[in-house]
């Protein structure tokens, strides 16, 4: 399946059916009175969040939505039929921005939920709506509205509790396969993960959360380097990230310049995200000498005094137990959250994005930016 998380849309909402002008006539009135019915209302065009569904590939190959027109009205006051709204699922985690002015239309966080993103145009006048005493044969009716018609940009967030962040091949994968049933690309080369990756984490029956793994960061990713905005957005609907760093990078760089590295791209890329709550984990802990260990964790711990930190191996599973408790009891006792900030919080970051990037269409070039992989929520 491919895995899009940005498309362009040009959505056209139904035109109002024109009002009717008619005049009775019977048997026995030759000269009956105005009975030109009002036209139908167009339909709307509405998003509809649907949790199901975790990518925007339908929209890639559909990227004109038009509702139906209302039908014109008839005699004997007869009203037009109202043309039928659109209704079309999206992800939830879907935001809607108004391409030529890069306002929001809408945000789509949960199933169910039902947002009209362009109105159907009303419908016109008949020639009944017009008499009055002084006007007791009106020829005069109205057209129908056109509806709304806008160029939309639809972008998706992953939903998740624990987002993971840190440099290419710092075992952030690994460590989503080991604590949840996903089972996302690993090898040992960078930027092997291409795409947002989701798992569950089921400390036990009744406790769980989502746990969100992007792909790798690298220096300058909060201006585009390794599609680095590409990438930061999906950690905005994050509670709280775990920063991943290898004790003993293959490069032979210093974990704590990595840490700061990596960090300050996030402080670049939005403020908002970076005020998020971030742990650090210290990974690969298996294969350093405990002396070398406890030297770079007191390095590290010495950059956030405040912050907690804890040393896992995925691959001898050596601290994974205690640190998927601790997240799940930090997600636990953590004050909930009114949607509506959330809501502010995730246009903070898309905010920063917007202001980076300058609206286009998606082309068919693009498609050399989509990877085809298995996008599965367990």
């Known amino acids: 399946m491919l895995f899009v998380d940005e498309v362009t849309l040009e959505v056209t909402a139904g035109r109002g059916g024109d009002g009717c002008m008619s005049f009775h006539r019977g048997p026995n009135l030759p000269k009956g009175g105005p009975d030109g019915g009002n036209g139908g209302k167009g339909g709307d065009v509405v998003f509809r969040g649907d949790g199901s569904l975790n990518t925007l590939v339908d929209f890639k190959y559909r990227p004109i939505l038009k ?21 079309v699922d999206v ?29 159907g145009g009303h419908g016109g006048r008949g020639n009944h709506s017009y008499r009055s005493s002084t006007n007791r044969a009106p020829r005069e009716f109205e057209h129908g509205s056109p509806g709304e018609s806008k160029r939309l940009r639809l972008h998706l967030k992953v939903l998740a509790d624990v987002g993971l962040l840190g440099k290419p091949n710092a075992g952030k994968s690994t460590l989503l396969s080991v604590v949840s049933s996903s089972r996302p690309a690993i090898a040992d080369y960078p930027f092997t993960t291409l795409v947002p990756n989701l798992g569950v984490v089921q ?29 930061l957005k999906h950690l905005s609907r994050t509670h709280l990230l775990l920063h991943l760093v290898e004790v003993a990078p293959l490069d032979g760089s210093d974990p704590c310049e990595n840490l700061t590295k990596i960090e300050r791209e996030v402080e670049a890329f939005s403020l908002a995200l970076a005020e ?20 770079t964790t007191e390095k590290l711990r010495a950059l956030h005094p405040d912050r907690p930190i804890f040393e896992i191996s995925a691959a001898t599973r050596r601290g994974v137990r205690e640190l998927t408790f601790a997240l799940m009891q930090a997600i636990e006792n953590e004050p909930k959250v009114e949607s ?3 809501t502010a919080l995730d246009r903070d970051v898309l905010d920063d994005i917007l202001s980076r990037t300058k609206p286009r269409a998606t082309t068919a070039t693009d498609e050399d930016d989509e990877v085809e992989v298995i996008y599965r929520r367990d």
Not at 276 to 295: G, N, P, Q
């Open 276 to 295: 998020r709550e971030v742990w650090t984990v210290v990974t690969k802990v298996d294969i350093v000498k405990d002396d070398e260990l406890t030297a």
């Open 340 to 342: 509506d900030d959330v």
């Open 203 to 231: 400390v036990d029956p009744a406790r769980s959360f989502v746990m969100a793994d992007i792909p790798g960061l690298i220096e300058g990713a909060a201006s585009g380097h390794g599609l680095g905005t590409r990438f």
């Open 91 to 119: 992800p939830c985690g879907t935001s809607v921005v108004d391409d030529a002015t890069l306002e929001y239309v809408a945000d789509i966080t949960s199933p169910g939920q039902m947002v009209v993103v362009a109105q």
């Open 67 to 87: 509702s139906a027109n209302g039908r014109q009205g008839g005699s004997s006051v007869k009203t037009g039929a109202s043309g039928h709204d659109l209704v």
